[in-house]
């Protein structure tokens, strides 16, 4: 009889452990992604040691909007529109005395304003390195940028010089190499107006959408982020029919640029994933706060990131409160362009990022959860025909 209870004790001993370790192998198995919907593109960039996501991001937005209009496949040139903004931000910034922020980082609009004032060119004939470096390297042109607007602004001789401008156009010249006027492609002499009108893109038809409570509904209004310059304006739709107007736009072949916080411990371009893991420990059971605080300071920061966990549902106030906190800021601008399921059947959209493809399990890409982009979106810049008919008759577009 006890080595009957023995025998038996031990096999249910036995079959739980192994139904513990089938459970803990399945539901820690590695992100597998099925990709249902993939928009064309351009090839990865590498923004490398600057703070030009917001060209690199926009600029493959334009260059899918190029293939997705049958235009063909164009590689143009981010440092163009650096140069630009650069000059178009120091006018500004010595208007407003100084009181404005003056960094390498902008917004997908200051792209589409930079096309529509001074055209654009292909990246074999302005490419922005004059360094000896192959990908852009611009701490120190940053740097010298701030200083010499700061001395403008300070005003030393009681006015301004009428060369200032001139001057500031000389260290970008410096940096970035010396802007063409007219330039020869594919055997066609352009220059970056004539071109950038070749190309066919109307600058007028794209927008940028958000989902704030802080203003009204369908009305735009300046958006408050440090890096909003040139105060651009957002349309601002309710959180579901942003969602709506994102999916909608993926189906119907078209991509968006797209701005989001990349700070929190859920995002990991190197894994290529981006979700918001409902780790709290006010909303898990007690064996679960136990093994959450039991982990180690590594294994947390990397939760949610090596397999699938179930994750937050998001609502529009508490997207809201995380802006209002700085909890969600305009880290980074990326190219959405597509969407995808893991193996639980979860959604995902599928983001071209600009930080090359090394590091990185997708080359160059990564996958954010339906629930990050509701939390984590800042905004979509997109063509107006994208937008859903009933949408957009609401935002008067």
């Known amino acids: 009889m006890k080595y009957k209870l023995k025998l038996t004790l031990f096999l249910f001993i036995g079959m739980n452990q192994l139904s513990f370790a089938q459970e803990k192998e399945v539901s820690k198995t590695s992100y597998q992604f099925t990709i249902e919907k993939q928009l064309a593109t351009t090839p990865v960039k590498n923004q490398h040691r600057s703070g030009t996501c917001w060209a690199h991001g926009t600029i493959s937005f334009l260059e899918s909007e190029l293939l997705r209009l049958g235009k063909g496949e164009f590689d143009l040139s981010e440092m163009f529109i650096v140069n630009k903004n650069y000059h178009l931000r120091a006018e500004d910034y010595v208007r407003f005395h100084g009181t404005k922020r003056f960094s ?85 002499e352009y220059t970056p107006i004539t071109f950038a009108d070749d190309l066919g893109l109307n600058m007028d038809d794209y927008v940028t959408i958000g989902s704030y409570t802080h203003h009204p509904f369908y009305e735009s209004f300046i958006f408050e982020g440090p890096d909003n310059w040139s105060s651009g304006e957002i349309y601002n739709v309710p959180l579901n029919e942003m969602m709506n107007l994102i999916d909608s736009s993926i189906e119907n072949g078209y991509s968006m640029a797209w701005v989001s916080d990349v700070s929190d411990k859920g995002f990991s371009h190197q894994k290529g994933v981006a979700v918001v893991p409902n780790t709290e420990v006010e909303n898990m059971d007690n064996a679960e706060i136990s093994k959450w605080k039991n982990r180690s300071k590594n294994e947390k920061s990397t939760y949610g990131l090596d397999f699938p966990v179930q994750e937050k549902v998001i609502t529009q106030e508490m997207r809201q409160m995380a802006f209002d906190n700085y909890e969600s800021t305009e880290d980074h601008l990326m ?5 995808a399921k893991d193996q639980n059947g979860t959604k ?31 905004s979509v810049m997109l063509h107006k025909d994208a937008i859903p008919t009933d949408i957009r008759a609401k935002l008067g577009l």
Not at 152 to 180: C, F, H, Q, S
Not at 335 to 339: A, M, P, R
């Open 348 to 378: 995902y959209y599928m983001i071209k990022n600009s930080w090359g493809t090394d590091r990185n399990k997708h080359g160059g890409f990564f996958y954010a959860s339906e629930a990050w982009m509701k939390y984590k979106s800042i």
């Open 335 to 339: 190219h959405l362009v597509g969407t």
């Open 104 to 188: 390498a980082g902008a917004e997908g609009w200051d792209v589409v304003n930079v096309i529509r004032e001074f055209g654009i060119v292909p990246q074999e004939i302005y490419t922005g390195n004059t360094i000896g470096e192959s990908m852009p390297v611009h701490g120190e042109m940053d740097a010298v940028l701030k200083a010499y607007v700061d001395a403008v602004v300070k005003n030393r001789n009681k006015k301004l010089t009428p060369v200032w401008m001139k001057a500031l156009d000389g260290i970008l010249d410096a940096y970035l190499g010396e802007l063409p006027s007219t330039f020869t492609y594919n055997g066609t």
